[in-house]
């Protein structure tokens, strides 16, 4: 093997010259740990969704909204698991909060997500936001935004698969998956079966830091 080829093997190789097996936008930092696996997950939506029945009454009149991305798989798992219990249907849409965000003007261009919600609508019903990862409070803050401007729920609650703490408005998850201490140093990644071929979510260092100095997070470097 000649020098220019090895010089070209090795830049391969120090390069990942493998392909992302978790697909564009979901790539785990590099040195991240496994935090919650496959199972953890599925025990951690089982509990929140008995939950959810105890502090609903049954859940006659819960409708639950996920977030997108990854809070709209997490929100039909958890429709999933209680209609199973109670034999009956559970309403269950998305509510896309990009228009609603507080940092539209500091940050590029986003693609607009999908707002679905069910016919029987928002008004008087008992509204769960489900979303991945719980950090600042503000996408939690434009969610309340844009709910508002749907209809008038009797009550809405919050269910998060992981609360990595640091927030910066009073918010608080009704529903927690997994308590997360986290250094603002370090990035929490989901990866969730419908998107990336896996369950989990991992912790490792920061890549890109935040504006103000905080880090993103999660798979798309959208704080929740």
């Known amino acids: 093997m000649c020098a220019r080829q090895r010089a070209e093997r090795d830049s391969d190789a120090s390069a990942g010259g493998a392909a992302d097996p978790l697909g564009s936008g979901s790539r785990a930092?590099?040195?991240?740990?496994?935090?919650?696996?496959?199972?953890e997950i599925q025990r951690a939506l089982t509990r929140i969704a008995h939950e959810i029945l105890e502090r609903t009454k049954g859940g006659?009149?819960?409708?639950?909204?996920?977030?997108?991305?990854?809070?709209?798989?997490?929100?039909?798992?958890?429709?999933?698991?209680?209609?199973?219990?109670?034999?009956?249907?559970?309403?269950?849409?998305?509510?896309?909060?990009t228009m609603y965000r507080d940092d539209l003007r500091l940050a590029p261009a986003r693609a607009l997500g999908r707002t679905d919600i069910p016919p029987e609508g928002i008004d008087g019903r008992q509204v769960v936001l489900v979303d991945d990862v719980l950090y600042s409070g503000r996408t939690v803050r434009a969610a309340l935004d844009a709910l508002n401007d749907l209809g008038r729920p009797r009550a809405v609650q919050l269910a998060i698969l992981v609360d990595r703490g640091h927030r910066e408005l009073p918010v608080r998850a009704d529903y927690v998956g997994k308590n997360l201490p986290t250094s603002l140093r370090e990035n929490v990644t989901v990866q969730l079966e419908e998107y990336d071929g896996t369950d989990a979510v991992l912790l490792g260092p920061a890549e890109r830091p935040r504006p103000g100095g905080r880090s993103h997070e999660g798979h798309e470097g959208v704080e929740a």
């Open 29 to 39: 930092p590099s040195a991240a740990r496994t935090v919650l696996n496959g199972p």
């Open 60 to 97: 006659a009149d819960v409708t639950l909204l996920g977030i997108p991305s990854r809070g709209v798989p997490l929100a039909e798992r958890l429709a999933e698991r209680i209609e199973r219990v109670e034999g009956r249907t559970v309403p269950r849409g998305s509510l896309d909060i």
